[in-house]
């Protein structure tokens, strides 16, 4: 309600920061990028705190989107943002939304004990960098153009990567080795085929001496058929566009035995918000 004299006691927002990838190519559909670039971040509110710890809404990607729009407005669709975008805008609101350091627990591999220790949001948010998806991968006489996920893209990947798990997980429990046998292979089949469908996405076009291909069925023909060496290197290269997006592990020293090691930070909302 607009007339709500409380209005003015509304939570405001707690932090600025740009898109690593600066969000001008993106319609206004998606982002509304403001004069200086700046995003403004909210606090999540109660309602956030509880959506994102729904392990069914977070799973199919809902939660993450409601919070994105509800704690970076200018964001309008969260679901169109690449994947770096999507990470630093987790960081974001997750630096907005405590006071001080983000608290890590860890267990130390040298006296297994466990320790907490403080992360710096803004500052790992700083370290976020657009990746450069101009170069292209040569293969043969053709010249491969990739580009970043989606969060939609994304989600869908993990939802079908989740079920391809779930299949192969369950083979203990089936009774029958001709049965087992039989599923596993489709397992192995359908983690296969997702992993071109993933490969697919990924790549923008592929360039011949002769034309410009970006239709994506036939892109993913060319994956099907093309020599495993040609196979490999694309998804390398893919993998490896996609690794240059992952957060540095945070550097370590054991609050018990003074042990400097390294531990993986996951940024995704999973495991950062749990
Ligand atoms: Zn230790």
Redesign the pocket.
């Known amino acids: 309600m607009s007339n709500n004299p409380l209005k003015q006691y509304f939570r405001t927002p707690s932090l600025y920061f740009k898109l690593p990838s600066g969000g001008k190519h993106y319609g206004a559909e998606v982002v509304e990028v403001p004069e200086n670039d700046e995003l403004a971040v909210y606090p999540m509110t109660n309602l956030d705190e509880i959506a994102i710890r729904t392990p069914d809404a977070l799973f199919n990607g809902d939660a993450v989107v409601r919070v994105i729009k509800n704690c970076v407005p200018a964001i309008k669709n969260p679901w169109e943002l690449n994947n770096i975008d999507v990470e630093a805008v987790i960081i974001a609101i997750r630096a907005a939304s405590i006071e001080g350091d983000y608290e890590m627990e860890s267990d130390?591999p040298?006296?297994k004990?466990d320790g907490k220790y403080g992360i710096n949001l803004t500052a790992l948010l700083m370290e976020k960098k657009d990746i450069d998806y101009s170069k292209r991968l040569t293969v043969g006489s053709l010249e491969i153009k990739f580009r970043p996920l989606t969060y939609a893209e994304i989600n869908r990947n993990s939802i079908k990567q989740f079920e391809v798990q779930r299949i192969i997980a369950t083979l203990d429990s089936v009774e029958g080795e001709e049965q087992k046998k039989k599923m596993l292979e489709d397992g192995i089949n359908k983690m296969n085929d997702l992993t071109n469908d993933i490969v697919t996405q990924c790549i923008d076009y592929i360039k011949t001496p002769e034309t410009m291909v970006n239709d994506k069925q036939f892109i993913k023909e060319f994956l099907v058929n093309c020599d495993s060496k040609s196979l490999k290197a694309i998804r390398e290269y893919s993998a490896q566009l996609r690794e240059q997006n992952d957060t540095k592990p945070i550097s370590i020293k054991?609050v018990?035995?003074?042990?400097d090691y390294k531990q993986p930070l996951q940024l995704n909302f999973t495991d950062f918000f749990a």
């Open positions: 130390c040298s006296c004990e054991c018990n035995c003074g042990h």
